[in-house]
């Protein structure tokens, strides 16, 4: 009788020493979850959370460029250089405008995007160094024509038409007020037209 109550009291004694276990562990868990910090990226703070152009503006085909200013001087190709720090909330938003030049000239133009902490520090620099056109201020951008003149040297978030003024000055395009619109189609529009 006696090792049928010792058996029975060591079975309930490990039950309980068990439930203890996983109420704790569940109970840990729980402070786990609760304590941790969510995962924001914000357009409208001065933190760094990655590569502007893949977090911000969905476009990580900015970066790294595909050619050096140097290189597309020598090519005779129009580029934009623009300067930007990751963790400055105006380049954060302005990130998306540079993205959508690429969008329209990307082909035509080289845009470098030149992070402002990769220039390196030097007295003086050639003109086909980025550090050679950099004033000192976040964003800025800079555009050259084909023969590698300066056409436009800006600070600060220059709007979208004014670089499209000087694209469509270098690229012999019509004004935007002459030009029509280009509508992209949608994908059901276009398929169904094949169709018939």
Request: proline residues 5%; negative net charge; glycine residues 6%.
């Amino acid at each position: 009788m006696n090792s049928i109550k010792w058996l029975f009291l060591q079975t309930k004694i490990i039950t309980n020493w068990r439930r203890l276990v996983s109420k704790s562990l569940l109970l840990l868990f729980c402070i786990f979850i609760i304590s941790m910090q969510p995962a924001f990226a914000g357009m409208k703070d001065d933190r760094y959370e990655g590569n502007i152009f893949v977090v911000f503006a969905g476009n990580g085909s900015l970066v790294p460029s595909k050619l050096t200013l140097a290189q597309t001087l020598a090519e005779h190709k129009p580029a934009m250089l623009a300067f930007y720090v990751d963790d400055s909330r105006d380049c954060k938003q302005y990130a998306v405008f540079i993205s959508q030049t690429q969008a329209f000239y990307g082909r035509a133009a080289e845009i470098i995007p030149i992070g402002v902490d990769t220039i390196p520090m030097k007295e003086t620099y050639d003109p086909t160094e980025p550090g050679y056109y950099y004033s000192g201020a976040v964003p800025q951008v800079v555009l050259f024509d084909q023969s590698g003149k300066v056409i436009l040297n800006k600070t600060g978030q220059v709007p979208f038409d004014e670089i499209d003024d000087k694209f469509r000055e270098v690229f012999n395009l019509l004004p935007r007020d002459q030009s029509i619109e280009f509508k992209q189609r949608s994908f059901n529009e276009y398929s169904s037209e094949f169709s018939q």
